[in-house]
């Protein structure tokens, strides 16, 4: 089944193509996002309760692995699912969707592998996935789409806002970047705060 993923700067570009995707077709249950939350901007919002039930929704997906329980409200029936969860090299993050459900909530539960691993192992070709997770370490937001319904337009509708991973490469090489290292330590709160005040704008809520 083919896998897409990009890597977006910041967490309105990521949902204005979560939306797309779904208005173009593209079941939620096929689309995971995963977004840093170093700084803990994330935590700062106030209590999302879109399911009326008195916790937190964030809280109820950090409770059950960063599972996604499917509510109408299209492109935010995903987003009632975040859990948090930290990712070796990356740190904490804001999680939904498949790919946080399974692969990451392994990884995040102390199970061998890696993000890399995880990337791959879920279509992800190696390259990008470096990029992505490096990406995702210093502040990024990424999507990820299985195309259950061999759909076209998912890459075009991800690559009008997502960022460039070939450019984006270069740009994390030009500055002694090699590759992802799972064993580096994660940006601090000041490091994304600064990352996102340079240029990506965080989100002003979900």
Known sequence: MPTVSRLFDDYPSARRALKALVASGIPEADISIVANNSDSFYNDRANIDRDNDGVDDRAEGAGTGGTVGAVAGGAIGLLTGLGMMAIPGVGPVVAAGWLASAALGALAGGATGSLIGALVESGVPEEDAHVHAEGLRRGGVLLTVRN????????????????????????????????????????????????????????TNF
Not at 169 to 195: H, L, M, Q, V
């Open 148 to 203: 259950t319904s061999n759909n076209a337009n998912i890459e075009a509708i991800l690559d009008q806002y997502a960022v460039n991973t070939r450019e984006r490469a270069e740009t994390y090489r030009s500055e002694g970047w090699k590759n992802f290292d799972a064993a580096s330590a994660p940006y601090n709160a000041d490091e994304i705060r600064a990352r996102r005040s340079s240029g990506a704008k965080p989100p």
